[in-house]
RNA sequence: GCCUGGGUGGUGAAAUAGGUAGACACAAGGGACUUAAAAUCCCUCGGCUGCAAGGCCGUACCGGUUCGAUUCCGGUCCCAGGCACCA
C-alpha cells in the first residue's frame, strides 16, 4: 500500500470506477424500496459556488448513506437554465442567452462531476431544452381550457426610458438600475394560474407533512393566510347620501352617474365596525378615480401614489400618505357618514383594494388618523378585570371618549365591546358574529373566509424563458396552440439589446390561428422560470419519454423521498411545486396504480403511496455567508470551490462543508478549517496505512476481551449507533464526523498490537471507513480495498450495532448540591435507588456542600445524577 | 412594516426529551524531532481568583417557572432569510 494520501490520483481512480461500472445508473426495481433524493437543481450562472457543493454534498452524503441500507437510489442532476442572468449577461458580453448558457451548463457539469457526485447523469436535463419545455406549453394547454390559467391586467414596475418591465430587483431607491429613471406602476394584462383554487388543499396538506421542518410549513401557513372575517358594503353617498338602487326599486341598475353602489372591504375584525371613522381605498382603485375628475389636486396625489416600485416591502416600509376625495360613504349599521380617503398604503391586488379603518384598534389606521386629524374612536377594552371594573359587576362608565382623553397608541388586543350600541359587552367571537348577522340581514356583508395567497402571474416580457403557447385572433380571441405544433421554440439565434427580440421578429410572432384559419399572432411573453422549476423532480422519472409529459416510472420514483435545497426557496419555490404537483395529478399524470413491466412479487411496495404532495421529507440547508450575508453573485462576496477542490481534492472540500456545520444552519465562509480536514484524511490514511502494512486480518466479531480492547470495542460500537442515528434520523452530519473523529483518536492511542488487538483494530477501521463513505467516498474506496484486498466499498452493507459490545458493568453518575456540580460516583450499571442515595450523601464533597443541613429532596435522574436539595 | 429563523470561548461549533456548558475541530502559545524549514507528534487554551486543592462568575440583555434552564415562558436588543418579476 501506498504511504502518501494522494487526493488527485485517487479520486480520478475511483470516479472512473464508478463510470465504468454505471453504478450510479438508477432502474426501476420493486425488489428493493426505492429512495428518490433530490438536491435543488441549480441555475447555470458560470461556476459553482459553495452553497452548491454544500446542497449537493449534502444530497450525496443522503443518497449514498441509504444505498449502504440496501435503497434503490436515484439521485438525478439538471439545469434550470432560463432566467434573467443570462440576458443580462447577453448585452454585456454580446454572446446569445442560449450560448452563454450551454458553456455555463458543460463547466459546471465538470466541477460536479470533480466533486465525486452519485449521480444518474443519464437523466440530465435543462429546462431550456424545447424537448423540456415543449411538456410545460402542453400543460399550459390543458390548464387554460379548464379555466385555471386566465388573463387580467396586473401592476409592474415601468421603466419610463428604457420602456421595459423591471423586476423587483433591478429597482435600486425607485429608479431603473440602468437607465436610473424613477420608476413607475403600470397596469398591463397577464395570464395567471388559479392557485388560490388550491389555497384550501395546499394549507391542509401541510399537516400531512411530518418529514418538513416546522418552519417551513408555519411560513407557508402564513404565506397562504387563511382568515376569518366579515365582508362589509359601505354605501356610497350621492351628494346628499340618496342611494340610487335599494332606495328606488325602479332603477334596478346602479345610475351612470354613481357607479359605485357599494364600496366593498374586507375586515378580520368586524367587532370593531363601530369604530370605523373613515374609508380609505389604493390609488388605483375606481372610485379613486372617479373622485379625482374635475380634482387635479387628488389627481397628483393619485400620479404621485404611482411612483415607486410594486413591491411589498417598499410599499410597507414608505411613509404613509393619503389625501381625502371628498366622498363619503354610509355606515351599513349606524349610518354614519364616513370620508372616503386614498392612502398609499391601501394595495390594490389585495382584498376589495378598500380598507374600513379603525384607528383605535388597528396601528396602521391609528398613525394616519393622528397625521391627519381623523377622529379615533375607542370601542374595545381589555378583557378581564379590565379598568373599568367590569368584572365586579360595576356599571361601565357612560361613555369612554368623552370621559378619557385620545389613547397614546392604539389597542389592539382582541377584548370586549364598549361603545358599541346593541353590541356593548360582547367579546370577539360573540360580537363578530352578531355584527356579520345583521350585515347579513340587509344583504350588506356577512361572514367570509380570506386567503392572502394571490394568484400567480406567470407572464414575463422577457426573451430567455418559454414561450407562452397562444396565438391571438382578432376574431377567436387566445387560442392554445394545438399540441401537434409543440414545441412553440424558443429562437436561440438572437441578439440583445433593450427589450425582448421576439417581439421585434415576425418571423417568431407572425402565424395562422389553429381555429379559423386568418392571420393571427403569437403570444410574445414568455413564462416565470419558477414554472419550470416546479415540475422538473417529476421529468427525472420519465426523463427520455418522448409522447407525454410523464409515464408510469413517475409512478414508480415519485414522490420525491428526500428534497435538499436552500431556506430562501421556503415559501415560493416549494409552494409553487407543491402547487402543480397538485395539478399534474388532477390532469391525471400519475396516481393511478399501474405496475412496472417485469415487477417481481412484492406486494409491500405495490400498496397504494400518496402522491398528494411532492416531496416526503424536506431539508432546508441554511445559507452559506460571506462576511454577514449571502454568498451571492449579485453581491459579488462568492468563493469560487475550484481552486479548494483543486488543492486539496473533493474529499478533503466535502469534508469541510460537512463538519463545519449543521446542514440546516448558516456557515460562515472562512478559509481555516480546511486545512484541518485535509490533516484528518492524512491521518486516516496513515492509520490504516500502517495496519495493513502489518497484514489484514480478520475483524474481531466479539467475545471476552482484556479491559483496553472491551472499551475501545464499547466506542466502536457507540460510534456505529451515534453515527447512524446521525445521519438517518438527526441529518446532522457534522456530530457524525466528529465522532468518527473521536474513534480514531482513540485508536491512535491504542497500544495492544496482540493479534486479538489486530482483529479489533482491523473492526475499528472497517467501521470508520464505511461510516465515512458517504462523506469521503474516494478514499474510503481506496482504503476499503486496502483492508479487504480487492472489495469494491459500493457492494458493501452498513455496519451493525453489536448490542453485547454496549452492555457496561459501571456507570458513572453525577453529584450536585442543589443544582452545582459537587463530584462523581462510579456504581454498578444496576445499583438500586437507595444504594445510590447512600454513596451520593456519604460522599465527602456533597457533605461539605450540604454544610450539615439536613437533605430536603434527593432528585435521581438514572444514568445521569443526584441532585441533592438542602 | 409584516412573516420565519438565529445569537454559546479568539473562531466554527457540541450538549439528541429540562440533567456534568464548551465534545470535535480551527487559530494561538509552549515543547519534541530536524543543520534548518516543512510535515508530524506532545502539552496549554471561557473569565476572575488562588501557591495549590479549589472557589466564584459565565450560553445577547432583563425578568419568570423549576431541585436543576443554552434548552421552557414573557419582554428587549442585534443579525439573517422571505415578502409574490433574482434564483
Redesign the pocket.
Known amino acids: 500500500m501506498q504511504a502518501q494520501y494522494t487526493p488527485a490520483e485517487i479520486e480520478r481512480a475511483a470516479q472512473a470506477l464508478w463510470d465504468e461500472s454505471k453504478a450510479f445508473q438508477a432502474k426501476e426495481d420493486s425488489a428493493k424500496p426505492k429512495y428518490y433524493c433530490l438536491s435543488?437543481f441549480?441555475?447555470p450562472?458560470g461556476k459553482l459556488h459553495m452553497g452548491h457543493v454544500r446542497n449537493y454534498t449534502i444530497g450525496d452524503v443522503l443518497s449514498r448513506y441509504h444505498r449502504f441500507q440496501g435503497f434503490n437510489v436515484m439521485q438525478p442532476m439538471g439545469w434550470?437554465?432560463?432566467?434573467?442572468?443570462?440576458e443580462n449577461a447577453a448585452i454585456q458580453n454580446k454572446v446569445a442567452p442560449a450560448a452563454w448558457t450551454y458553456s455555463n451548463i458543460d463547466y459546471m457539469r465538470g466541477q460536479l462531476k470533480s466533486l465525486g457526485l452519485a449521480i444518474d447523469w443519464t437523466r440530465e436535463l435543462a429546462t431550456c431544452k424545447p424537448d423540456y419545455y415543449k411538456w410545460e406549453q402542453w400543460l399550459f394547454t390543458k390548464l387554460f381550457e379548464q379555466g385555471l390559467i386566465y388573463k387580467k391586467l396586473?401592476t409592474?414596475?415601468w421603466d419610463p426610458v428604457d420602456c421595459t418591465?423591471?423586476?423587483?430587483?433591478?429597482?435600486i431607491d425607485g429608479r431603473g438600475w440602468r437607465s436610473g429613471a424613477l420608476v413607475e406602476k403600470r397596469d398591463?394584462p397577464?395570464y395567471f394560474m388559479k392557485?388560490t383554487a388550491y389555497a384550501e388543499e395546499l394549507l391542509k396538506d401541510l399537516d400531512n407533512l411530518p418529514g418538513w421542518p416546522?418552519?417551513?410549513k408555519?411560513?407557508q401557513?402564513?404565506?397562504?393566510?387563511k382568515s376569518f372575517g366579515a365582508e362589509v358594503c359601505f354605501l356610497c353617498s350621492e351628494e346628499l347620501g340618496v342611494r340610487s338602487e335599494e332606495g328606488n326599486p325602479n332603477t334596478p341598475h346602479p345610475s351612470p352617474l354613481t357607479p359605485h353602489p357599494v364600496l366593498k372591504v374586507y375586515t378580520t375584525r368586524p367587532d370593531t365596525l363601530m369604530g370605523a371613522t373613515y374609508v380609505a381605498v389604493a390609488a388605483e382603485h375606481a372610485l379613486a378615480t372617479e373622485a379625482a375628475r374635475g380634482n387635479p389636486e387628488l389627481a397628483a396625489f393619485i400620479e404621485e401614489c404611482k411612483r415607486g416600485?410594486?413591491?411589498?416591502?417598499?410599499?410597507?416600509?414608505m411613509e404613509k400618505k393619503g389625501m381625502d376625495t371628498g366622498r363619503f360613504v354610509i355606515h351599513p349599521l349606524n349610518g354614519e357618514k364616513l370620508p372616503v380617503w386614498v392612502a398609499n398604503y391601501v394595495l390594490m391586488?389585495?382584498g376589495e383594494g378598500a380598507v374600513m379603518a379603525v384607528p383605535a384598534h388597528d396601528?396602521?389606521d391609528f398613525a394616519f388618523a393622528k397625521k391627519y386629524g381623523l377622529p379615533i374612536r375607542q370601542v374595545i377594552r381589555p378583557a378581564g378585570d379590565g379598568e373599568w371594573g367590569m368584572g365586579n359587576g360595576q356599571k361601565p362608565p357612560p361613555s369612554p371618549i368623552t370621559h378619557h382623553p385620545l389613547p397614546e397608541e392604539a389597542m389592539v388586543e382582541h377584548g370586549i365591546c364598549v361603545n358599541s350600541g346593541k353590541y356593548d359587552g360582547l367579546d370577539f367571537n360573540q360580537a363578530s358574529d352578531a355584527i356579520a348577522a345583521d350585515l347579513e340581514a340587509k344583504a350588506l356583508g356577512g361572514k367570509r373566509t380570506q386567503f392572502?395567497?394571490?394568484?400567480?402571474?406567470?407572464?414575463?416580457?422577457?426573451y430567455?424563458?418559454c414561450p407562452i403557447p397562444i396565438i391571438h385572433c382578432a376574431a377567436c380571441g387566445d387560442v392554445p396552440v394545438p399540441e401537434k405544433d409543440l414545441p412553440v421554440k424558443l429562437p436561440e439565434d438572437v441578439t440583445l439589446d433593450v427589450g425582448s427580440p421576439i417581439k421585434k421578429m415576425p418571423s417568431f410572432y407572425q402565424t395562422v390561428c389553429p381555429k379559423c384559419g386568418g392571420k393571427a399572432e403569437r403570444e410574445t411573453?414568455t413564462m416565470?422560470?419558477?414554472v419550470e422549476?416546479s415540475w422538473y423532480y417529476a421529468r427525472y422519472a420519465s426523463h427520455d419519454c418522448s409522447d407525454a409529459m410523464l409515464d408510469e416510472r413517475a409512478n414508480y420514483w415519485l414522490p420525491v423521498d428526500q428534497y435538499i435545497g436552500?431556506?430562501?426557496?421556503?415559501?415560493?419555490?416549494l409552494?409553487y411545486a407543491r402547487f402543480f404537483h397538485k395539478l399534474m395529478r388532477d390532469v391525471g399524470l400519475f396516481g393511478s396504480p399501474l405496475p412496472l413491466a417485469g415487477e417481481g412479487a412484492n406486494d409491500a411496495l405495490r400498496a397504494p403511496k400518496s402522491l398528494d404532495e411532492p416531496f416526503t421529507q424536506l431539508l432546508t440547508q441554511?445559507?452559506v455567508?460571506k462576511d454577514?450575508?449571502?454568498m451571492?453573485k449579485?453581491?459579488g462576496n462568492t468563493v469560487d470551490p475550484q481552486a479548494l477542490i483543486d488543492q486539496f481534492g473533493a474529499d478533503t472540500a466535502r469534508l469541510f462543508m460537512m463538519?463545519?456545520?449543521?446542514p440546516?444552519?448558516?456557515?460562515?465562509w472562512?478559509d481555516?478549517?480546511?486545512?484541518?480536514?485535509?490533516?484528518?484524511l492524512?491521518?486516516l490514511w496513515?492509520a490504516v496505512h500502517e495496519h495493513v502494512e502489518q497484514g489484514v486480518v480478520a475483524a474481531c466479531t466479539g467475545g471476552a476481551l482484556p479491559a483496553e480492547l472491551k472499551a475501545l470495542r464499547f466506542q466502536i460500537h457507540a460510534t456505529i449507533q451515534?453515527v447512524t442515528?446521525?445521519y438517518g434520523?438527526?441529518q446532522?452530519f457534522?456530530?457524525a464526523?466528529?465522532?468518527?473523529?473521536?474513534l480514531?483518536?482513540s485508536l491512535?492511542?491504542m497500544g495492544d498490537h496482540s493479534a486479538t488487538g489486530r482483529a479489533v483494530m482491523q473492526e475499528a477501521l472497517e467501521s470508520a471507513i464505511v461510516l465515512l463513505a458517504p462523506i469521503v467516498p474516494h478514499i474510503c474506496q481506496a482504503l476499503w480495498a486496502e483492508l479487504k484486498v480487492g472489495a469494491n466499498l459500493l457492494d458493501v452493507s452498513w455496519p451493525k450495532v453489536d448490542a453485547a459490545a454496549l452492555v457496561q458493568d459501571e456507570i458513572?453518575l453525577?453529584l450536585?448540591v442543589?443544582?452545582?456540580?459537587?463530584?462523581?460516583i462510579t456504581v454498578a450499571r444496576d445499583a438500586a435507588r437507595e444504594t445510590i442515595e447512600r454513596l451520593a450523601l456519604a460522599n465527602p464533597?456533597v457533605q461539605?456542600?450540604m454544610e450539615g443541613k439536613p437533605a430536603?429532596?434527593v432528585?435521581v435522574?438514572p444514568g445521569?445524577?443526584v441532585?441533592v436539595?438542602v
Open positions: 435543488m441549480p441555475y450562472s434550470d437554465a432560463f432566467g434573467l442572468p443570462a396586473a409592474v414596475n418591465v423591471l423586476a423587483n430587483e433591478q429597482v398591463i397577464m392557485i416546522e418552519q417551513v408555519t411560513m401557513r402564513n404565506w397562504i393566510g416600485s410594486v413591491a411589498e416591502a417598499d410599499m410597507a416600509t391586488g389585495y396601528e396602521r392572502r395567497l394571490r394568484d400567480w402571474g406567470i407572464s414575463r416580457q422577457r430567455w424563458g411573453d416565470d422560470t419558477f422549476s436552500g431556506i430562501e426557496h421556503a415559501i415560493l419555490h409552494l441554511g445559507m455567508l454577514g450575508t449571502k451571492s449579485s453581491k463538519f463545519a456545520a449543521p440546516e444552519q448558516s456557515l460562515e472562512s481555516a478549517g480546511v486545512e484541518g480536514a485535509f490533516r484528518f492524512k491521518r496513515r451515534r442515528d446521525d434520523r438527526r446532522q457534522n456530530t464526523i466528529a465522532a468518527v473523529m473521536e480514531m483518536n491512535a492511542k458513572e453525577v450536585q442543589n443544582g452545582k456540580l459537587r463530584g462523581s464533597n461539605k456542600f430536603k429532596k432528585v435522574v445521569r445524577l441532585n436539595v
